[in-house]
């Protein structure tokens, strides 16, 4: 999911968000394995005996901890630990049994049938099978404005819902009893018990919102279902969780406490490692300052880990100059990714000529030439003339606040102005801030990540399919790469498939309405005794098995 604050978050990586799945090239539904804690990291003998409080930083404030109203990394991280999907992704990378003790699924892989197992919110009230049915049909529900409410468009009938085209009742979610969750998709979806375990796939506890639509936004008001509570959130500063003792699974849990200051300075928040005030610095949560990776490489102390992202600009193609794709274009190509990669990120990212990441690549030659400046001045010239231009209107560069982003955008500023001979100015925002004004379309040029919500191209193409998508931003739309978007959802042969993604890959290329950067590592320091925390393959984290030595 998520956009990386850091991608996004790095949403989604250099400092960013995005959610984590697998095998979305799957042809049949996985059959969960049983979530036992055997299964995750274990914690040794020792672990029982220190006390058992986990210190990390975030970077920004969560925008929300409501998994309903979720759309970044920072926020899904804390709602990850604090709710239990119907599955919940394990260490192994694939998705377990969570809230559902039992799944069933029909031959046509159309219908799915949870058992809810036993379990309490933290507030003591009993998990049904209808706080998933409320939850789902709440964030397709138009008038929540639910930014993620695409990702359940696989359910029959969601996205008509959403668009105001059927009503929700017409929902393919239905709680048979407070034991039995009944759900029918659109087309056989075979990532689906990925879906389940993301945030916007997790329950609400219908009582408590309808008592207090502000629920999710203070401490004491906050009510999950998952491995942790909320003990205290002094916004801005700090964000304590402690061990929820009505969680199903607390056996599993090893720490008593995850204690999140809120540093926007990654120099800082370095130096509060070094001197013991943190566990962990880094991602996936925040980033690690530029300057300092060469000396943590040397001493051997950084972690990277390559996740399924990208970190991209977006244009708003519908302020000039970049209602112009020639415009779009020149600016894209014009850029030396790998320069901006050996001398400000250094920790093995890879230029992105496409949008799809390696992990789940269509096309392994990329789109286009990385730094073609004979083209991106031919394309630039031809663009302007069409617009009548001799000279391009003032430019803006819009990024949230990150000492890497602010990096990267002076460095690529500086390369439009000399290869261009473009002037571009560069206006920097606090994250929740920025977000809106994305959504709002008050941005020439934005930076934003996106770090995979499971493994397969959809994910990161779906993004772009309707003009007002939630997660959209660019205000483009194309019919054809709708289309084929929908072509591939009934395509069961995977290659035909994959041919008919990679042709939508090629018109969004075409048409640029973002621009490529680069695909994402992961970097982060840990103190030695911290285990257990496990890091999707997309960049998520999940504290739930984590504990210190």
């Given at each position: 999911?998520?956009?990386?604050?850091?991608?996004?978050?790095?949403?989604?990586?250099?400092?960013?968000?995005?959610?984590?799945?697998?095998?979305?090239?799957?042809?049949?539904?996985?059959?969960?394995?049983?979530?036992?804690?055997?299964?995750?990291?274990?914690?040794?003998?020792?672990?029982?005996?220190?006390?058992?409080?986990?210190?990390?930083?975030?970077?920004?404030?969560?925008?929300?901890?409501?998994?309903?109203?979720?759309?970044?990394?920072t926020s899904a991280a804390i709602i990850r630990a604090t709710f239990d999907g119907l599955t919940r992704i394990g260490a192994d990378g694939k998705p377990h049994e969570a809230a559902a003790e039992k799944v069933e699924v029909s031959e046509d892989m159309l219908t799915y049938k949870f058992t809810i197992r036993d379990a309490k919110w933290s507030n003591g009230d009993p998990v049904t099978a209808h706080d998933f049915e409320f939850a789902w049909k709440?964030?397709?529900?138009?008038?929540?404005?639910?930014?993620?409410?695409?990702?359940?468009y696989y359910i029959k009938n969601g996205e008509k819902a959403n668009k105001?085209?059927?009503?929700?009742?017409?929902?393919?979610?239905?709680?048979?009893?407070?034991?039995?969750?009944?759900?029918?998709l659109e087309n056989p979806t075979p990532f689906f018990l990925e879906l389940t375990a993301f945030p916007t796939y997790f329950p609400v506890n219908k009582k408590v919102l309808e008592s207090n639509e502000k629920w999710a936004g203070e401490a004491k008001t906050h009510v999950g279902n998952g491995p942790f509570k909320m003990e205290s959130w002094e916004h801005k500063s700090k964000l304590v969780l402690v061990k929820n003792?009505?969680?199903?699974?607390?056996?599993?849990?090893?720490?008593?406490?995850?204690?999140?200051?809120?540093?926007?300075?990654?120099?800082?928040?370095?130096?509060?490692?070094?001197?013991?005030?943190?566990?962990?610095?880094?991602?996936?949560?925040?980033?690690?300052?530029?300057?300092?990776?060469?000396?943590?490489?040397?001493?051997?102390?950084?972690?990277?880990?390559?996740?399924?992202?990208?970190?991209?600009?977006?244009?708003?193609?519908?302020?000039p100059p970049f209602d112009n794709v020639k415009i779009r274009k020149a600016f894209a190509y014009s850029i030396n990714r790998q320069a901006l990669i050996d001398n400000i990120l250094q920790t093995g990212q890879l230029p992105a000529t496409?949008?799809?990441?390696?992990?789940?690549?269509?096309?392994?030659?990329?789109?286009?030439?990385?730094?073609?400046?004979?083209?991106a001045k031919k394309l630039l010239e031809e663009g302007m003339k069409e617009k009548g231009l001799t000279k391009l209107p003032p430019i803006t560069l819009s990024y949230n606040t990150s000492e890497a982003h602010k990096k990267i955008a002076e460095a690529i500023q500086?390369?439009?102005?000399?290869?261009?001979?473009?002037?571009?100015?560069?206006?920097?925002?606090?994250?929740?801030?920025?977000?809106?004004?994305?959504?709002?379309?008050?941005?020439?040029?934005?930076?934003?990540?996106?770090l995979g919500d499971f493994n397969d191209p959809i994910n990161f193409l779906e993004l772009y399919k309707d003009k007002y998508g939630g997660n959209n931003d660019t205000r483009w739309?194309?019919?054809?790469?709708?289309e084929l978007l929908n072509q591939s959802a009934l395509e069961a042969d995977p290659e035909k498939r994959k041919k008919i993604l990679a042709d939508a890959e090629q018109i969004l290329m075409d048409e640029m309405p973002i621009m490529p950067i680069y695909f994402y590592t992961n970097s982060w320091v840990q103190k030695e005794n911290v285990k257990g925390v496990v890091i999707g393959g997309l960049g998520d984290v999940d504290w739930k098995w984590a504990y210190v030595e």
């Open positions: 999911m998520k956009k990386n604050v850091f991608a996004l978050v790095s949403s989604i990586a250099v400092l960013g968000t995005a959610l984590a799945g697998c095998g979305g090239g799957q042809q049949a539904a996985p059959a969960p394995a049983n979530n036992t804690s055997s299964e995750q990291p274990a914690a040794t003998p020792e672990a029982e005996k220190k006390p058992q409080v986990l210190k990390l930083n975030l970077h920004s404030e969560p925008p929300t901890a409501d998994p309903g109203l979720s759309e970044d990394t709440r964030a397709l529900d138009p008038k929540t404005g639910a930014n993620y409410a695409y990702q359940l105001n085209e059927a009503k929700l009742d017409d929902v393919g979610v239905k709680a048979l009893d407070d034991k039995t969750l009944e759900v029918k003792e009505n969680y199903w699974d607390k056996d599993a849990v090893k720490l008593d406490r995850i204690e999140f200051s809120m540093v926007e300075d990654e120099n800082t928040e370095l130096s509060m490692f070094e001197n013991g005030e943190l566990d962990w610095a880094g991602a996936p949560m925040s980033a690690l300052p530029t300057d300092a990776i060469p000396a943590l490489k040397d001493q051997g102390k950084i972690t990277t880990q390559p996740i399924a992202g990208t970190y991209w600009y977006k244009f708003n193609v519908e302020k496409g949008a799809v990441p390696p992990s789940m690549v269509l096309n392994a030659n990329g789109y286009f030439k990385d730094n073609d400046l004979e083209t500086d390369q439009w102005k000399k290869n261009l001979g473009v002037e571009v100015k560069l206006e920097n925002k606090e994250w929740k801030v920025y977000l809106e004004d994305m959504h709002e379309g008050n941005f020439q040029i934005g930076r934003m990540g996106w739309e194309n019919p054809k790469f709708k």
